[in-house]
């Protein structure tokens, strides 16, 4: 798989061979996927800088980070699809690309082709086909959300409900582990909501998922466990609290007054100031500190105290601008 493209890996998935054999049992002591010390180089471009990340069995990860971030590299690696310039990804402590011959892994891409002439049941059940223990077809639709589309053509479905066809496609040999790349790119609002409802349910399965994403709020709403890559390598992780808390604590903020700005950013606890409008924010690791010597202070007024948002954690960790949130 060294040279394999996108398009292809997924023909792979889908292709009887004699040596697709899956065994009965995942090994138990081995994380689900495990990066070390990963570097990977397009010319004079680093992709991925050094990333060291361990995601265990049954967990829910954002890999979260602007477009270029470097999120889609790490897809391709983890799947097999690019190999490493130094380090080493193995899925359930074997190359992934034995992993994805065993039937262990599922993948939903960014690039993708309708296929043509045939029906959403009829594509689901030829992939579930040529896995070894597949899930049967009727609970990946059902779990996709796609029953009622089973008789549609695949070709002239509508963006959302091709991209829960995808999510179904991913999910039909049953795996451990299912990695999606932006699945929700390009979706309007209703359909993210119909995504997110199926993904939620193959997890509570007690199913593996790593799915990368530029949307703040996605990533804090649907995954255990961020990791935030930025330039290429990993600039935090944790749940999406700690990372605020980690990141830029509390903000303080009040209206600009006469006296100004000056010396605001002396005051016990803080760590940066912002003025947006007639308001001043003030980020804070002691909001109480900071609210104690702002009292000494003449006319503070429209005081307000707040946690930090998980886009104020993402500005602070990477020091550039935050992705969507939508």
Not at 163 to 171: I, N
Not at 237 to 265: I, M, P
Not at 301 to 310: D, F, I, K, Y
Request: charged share 25%; glycine share 10%.
């Amino acid at each position: 798989m060294k040279h394999m493209t996108r398009m292809t890996y997924m023909t792979h998935m889908t292709q009887p061979t004699a040596t697709r054999a899956r065994d009965p049992e995942i090994p138990a002591a081995a994380p689900a996927v495990t990066f070390t010390g990963v570097v990977k180089r397009f010319g004079d471009v680093t992709a991925v800088d050094g990333v060291g990340l361990e995601i265990a069995h049954g967990e829910t990860v954002a890999l979260l980070g602007r477009n270029g971030a470097g999120k889609s590299t790490t897809v391709s690696l983890l799947l097999g699809l690019d190999e490493p310039d130094t380090g080493r990804v193995a899925l359930f402590g074997n190359a992934p690309e034995n992993s994805v011959r065993r039937g262990l892994v599922g993948a939903m891409l960014q690039e993708a082709r309708p296929v043509p002439r045939i029906t959403v049941g009829e594509l689901v059940t030829f992939v579930a086909g040529r896995y070894p223990a597949p899930m049967p077809v009727e609970r990946a639709l059902d779990l996709a959300g796609v029953t009622e589309l089973a008789d549609r053509r695949v070709d002239r479905l509508s963006g959302g409900q091709a991209q829960r066809v995808r999510f179904a496609v991913a999910l039909a040999g049953d795996p451990a582990l299912v990695v999606l790349d932006e699945p929700t790119a390009a979706l309007d609002v209703e359909a993210r909501h119909a995504f997110w409802q199926a993904m939620r349910a193959y997890a509570r399965r007690g199913h593996t998922v790593l799915f990368s994403t530029h949307y703040l709020e996605e990533a804090d709403a649907h995954a255990d466990r961020i990791v935030i890559i930025d330039r290429g390598r990993i600039v935090a992780e944790g749940t999406g609290e700690e990372l605020r808390q980690a990141a830029c604590g509390s903000l303080v903020s009040f209206d600009v007054t006469a006296t100004g700005t000056e010396g605001l950013t002396r005051l016990p606890g803080v760590v940066s100031l912002e003025v947006r409008g007639n308001r001043v924010r003030l980020r804070t690791e002691d909001s109480d500190a900071t609210v104690l010597a702002l009292a000494e202070r003449d006319a503070i007024r429209g005081l307000q105290v707040s946690p930090a948002s998980l886009d104020d954690a993402f500005l602070a960790l990477t020091g550039s601008a935050a992705p969507e949130v939508r």
